[in-house]
């Protein structure tokens, strides 16, 4: 995942080679700003604050675990994105990375777009006021139920995404009394260099159709013939947490090629193309990601250049970040409670949280950081691993880091860079209650999703 590397063999701070990632920082109370949200500092009392606010208040007021969100970081981003890309291209922001009403509502004061790939993401875009054409509907098995709401409602895409879902939304559609605009995802079968799970362009895997084998282009052919679709583009998505461009260079390359094959074919320009999201983020020191500026620059001169040796007019380009918005705009507030040192080994820190609000590491071998936040410490490094209070040895959220010797139940700690994929992926395992999501802004906080209670566990449990 994070491509931090691993700390293998030696296990002891004191033994760890100079410079070696997984080497104690230099200084422990340092935050460094590639992890942590924008607005996030220490104060000078040593207690460190998002957005103006302490998390010692934020913790005594809203309890822990608790993901506090940088609203103004998650603004600056969202406006980032969409003025590196400019007016002739789209930012959909990926709201599986998280979404919420008050995420929506930033969303769409700041004129991005979203993409949503689910009813329930659906629902929550709309009852926030997103316009309905602003949102682009994904899924590799949309139900019958999604794709008539998306139809009725007016979605200004759905991304097709089988052979039977071009059939099934065409007839949806023309059932409805309508013309659905629609993409059609392809695997244009690049290796994306990041975890297994989280690639999606290879051929043998669940989403898109392949380009291989010809099949790409006639599932074009199919929804060209069908009156309940109005062909607008085709779209790729790569994967996530990819640092390298030479993907997206493939990838842009090859849906291209497929374009200027419909135009030969068809004599048909299909206006738009998506080159999906999977930008990465730097989850500890040893990530470099780029700046969206770079990034836009970037894809747009690929796209332009390849459009320019097919001689096809150069079509609209959209991206669809989630991860590269949320993902840094937020850190999760943790309280201490036992430390088992083990020797020889190193010393565990248990949270009050765990695997429930951060499967990734579990999932995915995610790497993370973590800073001692309620005060400053001048205490030597001590090698750690922060684990949950889940009944599982793999509840762990931060593998291998450095906290103060001195760190004692009841410290507040801090994982920064939980934005993405941690709340919309939380669990209620062992009866857990997910924890709130806090947006902090210019000296205020306010809950945006609030804490589960043991009320919401009961209310669901009707037996
Ligand atoms: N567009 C499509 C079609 C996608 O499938 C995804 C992510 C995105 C955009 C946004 O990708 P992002 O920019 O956020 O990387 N749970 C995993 C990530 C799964 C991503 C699924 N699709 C994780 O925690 O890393």
């Not at 875009?125 to 590799?140: E, Q, T």
């Not at 109005?230 to 640092?243: A, K, P, R, W």
């Not at 074919?265 to 999201?277: N, Y």
């Not at 995915?364 to 209070?389: C, F, H, I, N």
Request: proline residues 5%; hydrophobic residues 40%.
């Amino acid at each position: 995942m994070s491509r931090s590397a691993h700390p293998a063999g030696p296990r002891h701070a004191d033994v760890l080679p100079e410079g070696h990632p997984s080497a104690p920082p230099a200084d422990l109370n340092h935050l460094d700003r590639k992890v942590w949200a924008s607005t996030v500092t220490r104060t000078p009392d040593g207690v460190v604050s998002v957005g103006g606010v302490e998390v010692t208040r934020l913790a005594e007021e809203f309890g822990t675990p608790a993901y506090l969100l940088d609203e103004t970081d998650f603004r600056e981003r969202a406006r980032a994105w969409r003025t590196a890309f400019g007016p002739d291209a789209d930012v959909f922001y990926a709201g599986k990375a998280f979404l919420s009403r008050a995420v929506v509502r930033w969303l769409h004061e700041e004129g991005l777009n979203l993409d949503v790939c689910s009813g329930g993401e659906l629902t929550t875009a709309l009852s926030a006021g997103m316009p309905a054409d602003r949102i682009a509907f994904h899924g590799n098995n949309k139900s019958v139920d999604e794709i008539e709401t998306a139809i009725r409602t007016g979605v200004g895409r759905i991304v097709l995404d089988s052979f039977q879902e071009i059939v099934r939304v065409a007839h949806i559609a023309q059932s409805l009394g309508k013309r659905q605009r629609v993409q059609i995802r392809i695997t244009v079968g690049v290796e994306a260099h990041t975890h297994e799970f989280i690639a999606t362009a290879h051929e043998d895997q669940k989403f898109g159709i392949p380009l291989a084998g010809g099949q790409a282009a006639e599932a074009v052919r199919r929804a060209l013939q069908l009156d309940g679709l109005e062909l607008i583009g085709i779209h790729s998505h790569i994967g996530s947490q990819i640092f390298d461009m030479s993907g997206f260079e493939v990838a842009a390359h090859r849906v291209v090629g497929l374009l200027k094959d419909i135009r030969d074919e068809h004599g048909v320009e299909l206006p738009e193309i998506d080159l999906g999201g999977g930008l990465g983020i730097a989850y500890t020191s040893a990530d470099d990601p780029r700046e969206p500026h770079e990034i836009a620059k970037a894809l747009t001169e690929i796209v332009s250049r390849e459009c320019e040796g097919a001689k096809l007019r150069t079509p609209r380009i959209s991206v669809e970040p989630g991860r590269a918005i949320v993902g840094p705009t937020a850190f999760t507030l943790y309280e201490v409670g036992t430390i088992k040192p083990l020797d020889g080994l190193r010393t565990y820190v248990s949270v009050d949280g765990g695997m429930s609000d951060n499967i990734r590491t579990a999932l995915y071998d995610a790497e993370y950081s973590v800073a001692l936040v309620s005060r400053t410490s001048e205490a030597a490094p001590m090698l750690v691993r922060v684990v949950g209070k889940h009944c599982e040895s793999g509840d762990i959220v931060v593998k291998d880091a450095f906290l103060p010797a001195d760190l004692a139940p009841g410290d507040l700690i801090a994982v920064p860079a939980t934005g993405a994929y941690c709340r919309s992926m939380a669990s209620n395992y062992n009866h857990a209650l997910r924890p709130p999501v806090v947006a902090v802004r210019d000296g205020e906080a306010r809950v945006i999703v609030r804490r589960e209670t043991e009320e919401d566990l009961l209310r669901l449990d009707v037996g």
